[in-house]
């Protein structure tokens, strides 16, 4: 299993949520994980539109929430 789970920028522990997020927006073989706040700043999101996400990849099922 993954032992990223601080954020990559400002070392914030890291939820589930975040993670799951990390693996799905991102490469999955990133070395670099963000909290919810530095990721949506980095794909210039915002938080909001990231829970939205999740919520998207709950209903289609994926098992990374
Ligand atoms: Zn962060």
Do not use: P, W
């Amino acid at each position: 299993m993954s032992k990223h789970t601080d954020c990559y920028q400002c070392e914030t522990k890291l939820g589930k949520i975040a993670i799951g997020l990390n693996k799905k927006l991102l490469d999955v073989n990133s070395k670099r994980f963000y909290c919810l706040d530095c990721l949506a700043a980095y794909l210039e999101v915002t938080v909001d539109e990231l829970l939205a996400k999740v919520e998207e990849f709950k209903e289609l099922g994926c098992k990374q929430f």
